[in-house]
């Protein structure tokens, strides 16, 4: 991993838990900013880059949870929390709703950086998808309306005349319309095609619609 791409938010209320992560985090070669507060965390501006988020569970403002539960809607950077007092319930409930970690300060080093390479390869993974699904998603609407009929038949495994007497076209032009599909679509199998239709939530099910 290459830390220099990759950026850490710090949310804590105390100053000195603050600029001791932010010095641990440099020294590892991570761009970081810090937050006393939630709001002020909330209301910053995100870089475009792999990160994730070391939030303390109790905040002056707004409760570390509370701020997971409004990030849980957004394409948000992944949370480890820390606490500094072991808080089963807050770390059972914080688990559950995706947080990386619960973490009891004081944290070590050895301790913090594998749980923060967890993190922003959770990210990346999920940016990365994002970017898939965003191409995929303009390639499906590159396909005229009769072409998008086509495919959940295609992904299905009807062969053309049996598409052909379904929609009421004829075989001819539904291999020409498959091969759009094909073509459009960047796909160079079938297989390849099923895992893209998969992505975009195409069902062959909607083949056998009445």
């Keep these: 991993m290459n830390p220099e791409t990759h950026f850490v938010f710090v949310v804590d209320d105390d100053i000195r838990v603050r600029e001791a992560f932010c010095s641990l985090l440099e020294s590892a070669g991570?761009?970081?900013?810090?937050?006393?507060?939630?709001?002020?965390?909330?209301?910053?501006?995100?870089?475009?880059c792999p990160s994730c988020i070391i939030l303390d569970l109790e905040l002056p403002d707004i409760n570390g949870l509370e701020v997971q539960q409004q990030l849980s809607g957004d394409d948000s950077p992944p949370i480890i929390f820390i606490t500094?007092?072991?808080?089963?319930?807050?770390?059972?409930?914080?688990?559950?709703?995706?947080?990386?970690?619960?973490?009891?300060?004081?944290?070590?080093?050895?301790?913090?950086?594998?749980v923060l390479e967890k993190a922003i390869t959770r990210d990346r993974?999920?940016?990365?998808?994002?970017?898939?699904?965003?191409?995929?998603?303009?390639?499906?609407?590159?396909?005229?309306?009769?072409?998008?009929?086509?495919?959940?038949?295609?992904?299905?495994?009807f062969a053309n005349k049996n598409t052909?007497?379904?929609?009421?076209?004829s075989e001819f032009t539904i291999g020409i319309q498959r091969g759009?599909?094909?073509?459009?679509?960047?796909?160079?199998?079938?297989?390849?095609?099923?895992r893209m239709a998969d992505k975009l939530g195409i069902t062959q099910s909607e083949s056998h619609r009445s």
């Design 30 to 48: 991570f761009s970081a900013a810090a937050f006393a507060t939630a709001t002020e965390f909330l209301e910053s501006e995100k870089p475009d």
């Design 84 to 114: 500094g007092r072991g808080d089963i319930p807050s770390s059972v409930r914080a688990m559950k709703s995706g947080a990386v970690e619960f973490l009891l300060k004081p944290i070590r080093k050895n301790v913090l950086l594998p």
């Design 125 to 157: 993974t999920a940016r990365d998808a994002r970017l898939v699904l965003s191409e995929l998603r303009k390639r499906y609407a590159t396909l005229t309306p009769r072409e998008r009929e086509v495919l959940p038949f295609v992904i299905a495994g």
């Design 164 to 169: 052909a007497a379904e929609l009421g076209n």
């Design 180 to 194: 759009q599909v094909m073509r459009k679509m960047g796909a160079r199998s079938l297989a390849e095609l099923i």
